[in-house]
Structure formats: C-alpha cells, structure tokens
C-alpha cells in the first residue's frame, strides 16, 4: 500500500519590491532590554524562564529587524501587544513537541512511518510506574546482589516460546547484527540467494553481514534452492546456516525453498547452527484469529533451528525490541559478545517489552488486551457501521468543496508483515465535488488540511479520493470533535 502522502505545503511570501505604506524603520523596534521588561512579557519570563523567553525575543526582534530593512515590515508589527503576541507564539512553537499522536486511517494497522504497533495499556502503566522510582533493573532482589536485566524478560520468552534461553536489544536488525557478529565474524554465513532481503531505511541483509564481519555465501536461485546447494556450499570456513524469512515481499510461481526442519538436518550433520530471523515474528497462531498464517517462534525452533531472531512492536505488540531466542549455548555466545551492551534496551522499553508478553499468558484476552492483534480482528461490519455513522458530520465539514460516501476498503497488516495478503475493511472515500479535474490539486488542499488539525489526521489519496480506511480508529470522537476546526480551514 502507498504511504500517506507528506507532500510539502509551500507558504506564501509577501512581496518585498514594494515598502508598505506605513513601513517600520529598524529604530522603531525597541531594544532587548526595553522588550523584556515590558509587563505582558515579564509575565512570560515568570511562566517559562528568563532564558527561553529572552532567547525567543532576541530572535524575534533579528527577524523583524531584518523585514525592517527591507521595507516589508509593518509599523503596527511594532506595537507592544503586537511584539508580545509574537513572542508568545514563538514560545508556544518552541515548547510544542515534534513528535505527535495522529489518527492512522491508512488501512495500515502496524504503519512502519506512524509509529507501528500501539502498546497495551498494561505497557504503559507498568512504563510509567517503573519511570518514576528507582527499579530492580539490575539488582538480584533474592540474593542482594548485582542482577542481569536480561532476566526480566528470559524466562517469560521462554515460556511462551519453549527456547532454553532468551535475549533482547534494542531491534530486529540489532538482534540479526549482533547474532551475526557473535557466531560467525571472520567466518563464513550461507544463505539462500531468494532471501537476501531488503527492508526499510535501506537495511539489506548482504550489508548486514559485512558490518558484522561474516562472509556472505549465496546459494541457489531467486526463486528456487534445493539441500544440496546448502551442501554443497559447507566447508571448514562456514560458520552458520541461516534462513532469513520474507515477510516483506514474495516470490510466486515457480519456486521452491528449504524447510527449516531439512536445513537444521543438515546443519545438525555439519555440527553448524541454524539461525532464522523472522522479521515480523508472532506469538501466536494468527489462523486461529481468521488472519493468513505466519511462521512463529515456536515453530522455528520445533524445527531445530538453534537461534531465532523477532521483532518486538509488529505482531508481538509491543515496544521496538530485538528478540533472540534458542538454545543454551548460541544464545549464551551471543549474550556474552562485547557488542551486546552497545546494544541492550534500556529500562523503559523494557518494562514496556515485560508487561507486553506478561499477557500473552493469557491468550483467551489478548484480541482484548493487545491493541494490535484488536484492530487486525476488528469485525467488517463493525468498521462498516461506524463509516455509515460519521459520513453525514464528515460530509458537512468538507462541503461544498468534496463529497463523502462510505465505501468497501481494503487494508494491510503492515511492517513488511504478509506483504500480498489484504485486509477486508471499510471507511470514508473524499473526492472534489468537481470531478477529476483539479482533483490532485484539491486533494493535496485537502490532507494539508487534516495534517494541520490537533490531531493530524492520515488517509492515502488513490484514484482521484482520499481513502480514510476506519479500522484504525477505535475512539470516533477524535475526529467528530475535529470536524469545526477541518471545516473552518477548508472555508
């Protein structure tokens, strides 16, 4: 699915060749010094400090002074109300965080650009208790002794994945590096040509390996690879098999690919570990919750596979995390190599990742309990109905200019995760009242439009609409009660 476009809403600029009527002089401006002690700016040096407001109106007055000399900067811009009023909204800017909640209405649920999974609200309480007090993040509170942080989360991975042994870092890609690195630096990795994948951020897998020091062997074809070119391939330098799955795109048609179960067979003869890395890794049977079947965890290692690598905030639901399990020995080699404390989590993540999984004890709750794994068995029909609600407010707040109607969608997973597998869903579709002609320019005002209100608001324009696919949108009056604000901007 497209991303949401982010295309730039250029401002316009006041022309300059000629001075306004009732121009200011730079001399008209007062002196930073005779600005801050006016009252109303005294008042903000008391709510917000003198450093940041003496900042902020060092910079306001080198702005005007610059317009000044210009001839473009009205005499009425040098007012007292008008410098404090100025100042304030520079300020307002300032202190205004840049990262923000919006409302994904992309048909993406695990948006890799809006943030991906959502965490459950057992995360964030456990987040916010465990940020506010000092906590046993590396403190053995049964012996008194110093603790490891790992074990916070291993015995749960491995209850709920049936591994000997668990680690975590701060992401899949950290978890590939630093299993790479551990196991196979200076040595030989093989690895199917039809796997050599691509993700996000230009993160390509061949390069991965040379940042970790492993010598990349390929074997096979794009689309097909049989045992024997693993076999074949195996000499005294190899040092690892790996199997890489991709969950990111797919090849169809004449292929054919080797099962976990056979290459830990052959890698078992060799006396060589298997490593997999899942990508987008799930905890559970997704069939079982009418979605298309991904490989787990657990699966993997039935197979024999002796290290499995998984991400923490796609289908797990959780926070962004690298997760490394399998057996005692290869996840002890991996623990014990120097680049693992480059790259731990840290404590917030952690009791985010610890509180995540704790649920997954529950299984029978977790359609409840994980936001994620919620919206992706969100009932059609419920979605449908909630569409069939909001047109009338939506309609009204974007006419004359477009016209809403409810409409049938369909969405993604996302995060690379079941790349041809779509999402039965609905929404509003918003098309210019006009027709296709001007619908791209009118359509561009439009999602600037939703982008400026409180909570920006995400859709994807395809085929001359805007697609706001619902199944994201959990709480309606987020965007009713944005409605006024969205019609006052069209206006």
């Not at 690598?309 to 690298?322: C, E, I, M, N, W």
């Amino acid at each position: 699915m497209a991303r949401p476009s982010e295309s730039v809403v250029h401002g316009s600029q006041a022309p300059t060749s000629q001075p306004c009527a009732l121009a200011a002089a730079p001399k008209d401006l007062p002196s930073i010094d005779r600005l801050l002690r006016q009252p109303s700016i005294a008042a903000l040096s008391v709510e917000h400090g003198h450093t940041l407001v003496a900042t902020q109106a060092r910079a306001l007055l080198d702005q005007l002074r610059l317009q000044a000399l210009s001839g473009a900067l009205p005499l009425k811009a040098t007012a007292p109300d008008a410098l404090a009023t100025q100042l304030a909204q520079r300020i307002t800017c300032q202190l205004t965080p840049r990262l923000r909640t919006v409302l994904n209405l992309t048909g993406t649920v695990i948006h890799t650009n809006l943030g991906r999974a959502l965490l459950p609200e057992a995360a964030l309480a456990h987040v916010q208790a465990m940020m506010a007090a000092p906590n046993n993040l590396e403190y053995d509170l049964s012996s008194g002794s110093r603790g490891e942080r790992d074990s916070i989360v291993e015995a749960l991975l491995c209850t709920l994945t049936g591994a000997e042994a668990a680690t975590v870092v701060n992401n899949n890609a950290a978890a590939v590096l630093l299993t790479l690195a551990a196991l196979a630096r200076g040595k030989e990795v093989i690895v199917s040509r039809g796997e050599l994948v691509e993700i996000g951020g230009a993160f390509r897998m061949p390069d991965v390996m040379a940042s970790a020091g492993a010598r990349l062997v390929e074997v096979g074809t794009t689309n097909r690879t049989h045992p024997h070119d693993y076999e074949r391939a195996i000499n005294k330098r190899t040092a690892l098999l790996m199997k890489v799955h991709t969950s990111n795109y797919a090849v169809q048609g004449f292929t054919s690919t080797v099962a976990e179960s056979d290459l830990a067979a052959i890698a078992q003869r060799h006396n060589l570990p298997l490593a997999t890395d899942l990508g987008s890794g799930s905890l559970i049977e997704l069939a079982a919750y009418g979605l298309p079947a991904e490989p787990t965890p657990q699966h993997m290692l039935a197979a024999g596979c002796g290290v499995v690598t998984f991400s923490g905030d796609k289908l797990l639901g959780g926070p962004q995390a690298g997760l490394i399990v399998g057996s005692k020995d290869v996840v002890g080699r991996i623990r014990k190599h120097p680049m693992k404390r480059a790259l731990r989590m840290s404590k917030l993540p952690l009791a985010a990742l610890e509180a995540t999984l704790m649920l997954y004890l529950r299984p029978e709750r977790l359609t409840q309990d994980v936001p994620t794994l919620r919206l992706l068995t969100r009932p059609v029909a419920d979605i449908r109905a909630l569409a069939q609600q909001l047109q009338p407010a939506m309609a009204q707040a974007v006419a004359p200019r477009y016209e809403v109607e409810v409409a049938d969608m369909l969405g993604q997973i996302g995060s690379g995760s079941l790349p041809i597998e779509r999402l039965p869903s609905a929404g509003l579709t918003i098309r210019p009242s006009s027709g296709k002609k001007g619908a791209g320019h009118a359509l561009h005002d439009l999602t600037a439009a939703l982008r400026t209100l409180p909570r920006p608001v995400i859709g994807r324009v395809a085929d001359d609409r805007l697609w706001l696919d619902l199944r994201g949108l959990e709480q309606p009056a987020q965007l009713t009660e944005q409605l006024p604000q969205l019609k006052a901007i069209l206006a």
